[in-house]
């Protein structure tokens, strides 16, 4: 009686170990899929089972809680280090952007002074300050050269030059915005502080700032060809720039015939050679954007060392021919004034390029801004040229 009593109570034993262990082979092998090399899957007890199975469980889960844990204080540190960083954005860099303002620097809106405030904000990154304060200078530089006796200096040439100037804003920013629209996707990689790649933006608002309506055709896309590209800012920025304003300000300001004088020549002489040199610098910094999306410039083509040293070569041919111009002007005072000033751009040039880290982003960028600040300087000799 025993012997029958006992047999069905075997059989459920043995029919839940045999359970037991299916379960646990399937459990371990979901936990760790080397179990059967491990030794895990044994024919063994199911205690031993059980034992060896919450030990690998117990380690999984630490070593899946240290990664969390090790990820969460990762992140906190990143977003802390972002959260500085954001702040002394400018700074951070080495000055590498300098008149631009980081578009998280306000953080979130609380008032209408503040949504008033980063709106502006936005805009005034979206018009590349830069660009816009260049423009601005050269338009009044250029105006200056017309003046030829002390009552030039009227409110009809003051007018008239503030004409020249609002039309030339407009379109300064017209361009800086269409190239922004055309290159959204690399500006995420090299320039992410812009409205547009930041998200700030939205494409529509963009087109209907610069009021465009054919961005997206590919024969319009000039960037992609490196000659076109620095063909155009050539001619806007040597060309259209010192002859047109010039011409507007002798012809339509003061009713006189045109004349090419010889600060004009100057002027659109050295501005090509300036031209051509922010055409191949500014896209030195933007070489890591530029390869992901196959844009063949000549940084991409030749190397970052060999078009930065292209580039501070030409200004110092620009800085000695401007010297030799200044020299053989009949005026002392000009003369004095062109020599001197140019000797000094040039040695700080010289200076600033021999400290620049060729393998820093920032370096190139800030050595960038640098090249600006001698365009705005020009513009400031070009007038005491005669």
């Known amino acids: ?90 700074n951070a860099t080495s000055g590498s952007q300098p008149l631009e303002s980081d578009p998280e620097a306000y953080g979130a809106p609380n008032s209408a002074s503040d949504l008033v405030k980063n709106a502006f904000d936005a805009f005034y990154r979206f ?18 050269l017309s003046i030829d006796k002390l009552a030039d200096i009227s409110p009809l040439f003051f007018t008239g030059m503030l004409e020249a100037v609002a039309a030339a804003l407009m379109m300064n920013i017209y361009i800086v915005g269409l190239n922004q629209l055309t290159d959204i996707d690399i500006d995420k990689v090299n320039k992410p502080y812009l409205p547009l790649a ?13 009021t465009s309506f054919s961005i997206m055709l590919p024969l319009l896309r000039w960037k992609r060809f ?15 720039v010192q002859i047109c304003f010039y ?22 002489a050295f501005m090509s050679f300036f031209s051509v040199v922010i055409a191949l610098f500014k896209d030195i910094p933007d070489m890591e954007g530029d390869k992901i999306f196959g844009i063949k410039s000549f940084t991409v083509q030749l190397g970052q060392k060999r078009v930065f040293w292209t580039c501070i070569a030409l200004l110092e041919i620009a800085y000695g021919i401007a010297m030799l111009v200044g020299a053989a002007s009949p005026f002392m005072w000009s003369k004095g004034i062109t020599v ?15 400290s620049v880290d060729l393998t820093s982003k920032a370096a190139i960028a800030s050595c960038y801004m640098f090249v600006w600040k001698l365009f705005y300087a020009e513009y400031l000799l070009i007038p005491l040229v005669r």
Not at 127 to 144: E, F, K, M, N, Q
């Open 198 to 210: 930041s998200g700030e933006y939205s494409v529509g608002t963009g087109v209907l700032i610069v």
């Open 340 to 354: 001197i000033g140019h000797s000094i751009l040039a040695l700080l040039l010289w200076n600033r390029a021999k």
């Open 127 to 144: 018009s590349r300050p830069h660009t816009v304060v260049g423009t601005a200078l050269s338009i009044v530089s250029v105006s200056l």
């Open 226 to 240: 490196a000659f076109v590209a620095a063909l155009c800012i050539l001619a806007v920025r040597a060309v259209i």
């Open 247 to 268: 011409l507007h300000m002798q012809m339509h300001v003061f009713g006189r015939s045109a004349i090419f004088s010889r600060p004009l020549i100057f002027a659109t």
């Open 1 to 90: 009686m025993s012997n029958t009593q006992q047999k069905p109570e075997m059989q459920g034993v043995g029919g839940t170990t045999l359970l037991n262990q299916a379960l646990l082979e399937l459990i371990c092998c979901l936990h760790h899929p080397n179990a059967l090399s491990m030794g895990l899957l044994s024919e063994g007890s199911t205690s031993t089972s059980w034992a060896k199975l919450e030990g690998c469980s117990f380690k999984s889960f630490q070593r899946g809680h240290s990664r969390h844990k090790l990820k969460s204080i990762k992140e906190q540190s990143f977003s802390q280090q972002r959260s500085h960083t954001k702040l002394l954005s400018i």
